[in-house]
């Protein structure tokens, strides 16, 4: 899948990852950039389409996908993260049912909406935007990661059943980003850009996994072995 001449539809393009994405994509040649946001007004980007959408909300990404037909890349990037106390904290299944909502079957949801849409259009593409947190849980994230991991099994399945109609399904697995996700982490993080020009450099390179910095790596790589990084994080 080439992003140059697509019609990208990014989830969550109102600010960090999801609009440098948009921006990325406008500026490698994509020849429509929907910015799926849940307030369109003040979006004001020129060459992006503000198109409202809430992935929690059915009716609302059918009304998306009704009105963007030509999509032929969904992003799915909305999403959301919580720090709780412990993985033993009282409202850890509230939490996690929260989360699931937007980081899983948001997935779900559009996956359901666009991919008709999409074998209609030659294929195209869908990018799921999980995290790192896919395979490193920590308690004080354990409901966004449980998520993030439901959200990469979802992934892995859509891959296989869009097969049929050449969707090319390409998990996207990454670190800190600088966004307001993780403004209190004084931690490494990347600029959304990079990360953004990672992820379409794989799309465009025919990859179903993006593992955007080297930390991603060292875990995906270790998950074979008998300390894999989830076992002791440092
Ligand atoms: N930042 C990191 O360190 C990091 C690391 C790994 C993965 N990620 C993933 O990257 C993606 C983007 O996160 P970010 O860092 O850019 O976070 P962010 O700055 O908090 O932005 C989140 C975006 O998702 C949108 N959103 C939230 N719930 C939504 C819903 N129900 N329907 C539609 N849009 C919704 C927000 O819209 P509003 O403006 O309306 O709130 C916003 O545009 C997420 O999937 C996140 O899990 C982030």
């Not at 990208?8 to 994405?21: D, E, I, M, N, W």
């Not at 921006?23 to 503000?50: C, H, M, W």
Request: hydrophobic share 45%; net charge negative; charged share 20%.
């Amino acid at each position: 899948m080439n992003i140059a001449g697509s019609v990208v539809f990014v989830t969550g393009a109102s600010r960090g990852l999801g609009l440098a994405l948009a921006k990325v994509a406008l500026a490698q040649g994509a020849s429509k950039v929907y910015a799926g946001v849940r307030n369109t007004e003040g979006f004001d980007v020129p060459g992006i389409i503000p198109v409202k959408v809430d992935v929690t909300d059915e009716a609302s990404v059918l009304a998306a996908a009704e009105r963007c037909q030509d999509t032929t890349v969904l992003v799915n990037n909305a999403g959301i993260g919580e720090i709780q106390d412990s993985a033993l904290a009282s409202n850890m299944i509230e939490l996690t049912r929260r989360m699931m909502d937007t980081n899983t079957f948001g997935i779900v949801r559009t996956a359901q909406a666009f991919a008709p849409i999409l074998a209609r259009n030659d294929g195209g593409a869908i990018v799921n935007v999980l995290s790192d947190v896919t395979w490193l849980s920590r308690p004080m994230l354990a409901a966004y990661a449980a998520s993030k991991s439901a959200a990469w099994s979802v992934t892995n399945a859509l891959r296989l059943e869009l097969t049929g109609q050449k969707t090319q399904v390409v998990a996207v697995h990454v670190g800190f980003v600088d966004t307001d996700l993780v403004r209190g982490f004084d931690v490494p993080k990347t600029d959304p850009r990079v990360v953004a020009e990672v992820v379409f450099e794989g799309v465009n390179g025919g990859a179903l996994e993006v593992l955007v910095d080297e930390g991603t790596r060292l875990i995906k790589s270790s998950l074979s072995l008998p300390d894999a990084v989830y076992f002791n994080p440092q």
